[in-house]
């Protein structure tokens, strides 16, 4: 028979071990948040076009950071899409991001770069950020840490993992509404 000290140290045990075994599990399919993947070198990127992202292309709206998100999508040219973002807090813009989508050797390939209000970039000259294409599904489409997803024609959820700046990362969703032509705000 064992003591009670013993039954609470085993099942302290088989804790420790099963949330061990679920994290070499969740790495072992690259998942390691709820909505992002990490990519696969093995696998690679799987076949895609800008077919399977076109339903993005639109004036979106949504709030984060404390304050107003904005992201225009172009229609597919050129084998790309391009976007325009900005954060807007208390009517102060506090940045921008431009963002391509764009087609290279039979699959996607998301790049951004982030600028201050005054437009001056946070990466160097010539550093993007690159995202690979991990997963494409019907309502969904998983870059490296970066998930587009379509509830709806008129919404969409993106995920980001973002660093804190302390070396955690952290999944960060954005929800934005489609902004219609009737509603807008001038």
């Known amino acids: 028979m064992y003591t009670l000290l013993e039954k609470q140290l085993m099942k302290i045990n088989f804790i420790k071990i099963t949330t061990c075994l679920m994290a070499i599990a969740f790495s072992a399919f690259g998942q390691t948040h709820k909505n992002t993947l990490n990519f696969n070198e093995e696998a690679g990127s799987p076949k895609a076009t800008l077919s399977n992202i076109n339903w993005i292309q639109g004036h979106w709206q949504g709030n984060a950071f404390g304050g107003i998100t904005e992201e225009i999508w172009t229609p597919p040219l050129g084998n790309s899409m391009m976007c325009a973002f900005k954060l807007v807090v208390e009517h102060q813009i506090k940045f921008y991001e431009i963002t391509t989508i764009t087609e290279e050797e039979g699959t996607l390939m998301l790049r951004l770069k982030h600028f201050h209000q005054d437009l001056k970039g946070w990466e160097e000259k010539n550093v993007t950020q690159d995202f690979r294409l991990v997963k494409v599904t019907e309502n969904r489409v998983y870059f490296e840490g970066f998930t587009f997803e379509k509830i709806s024609n008129n ?25 219609l032509k009737n509603s807008m705000n001038n």
Not at 155 to 179: A, L, P, S
């Open 155 to 179: 919404e969409i959820n993106m995920y980001v993992v973002i660093n804190d700046g302390e070396g955690q990362q952290n999944e960060t969703r954005f929800n934005y509404k489609r902004v």
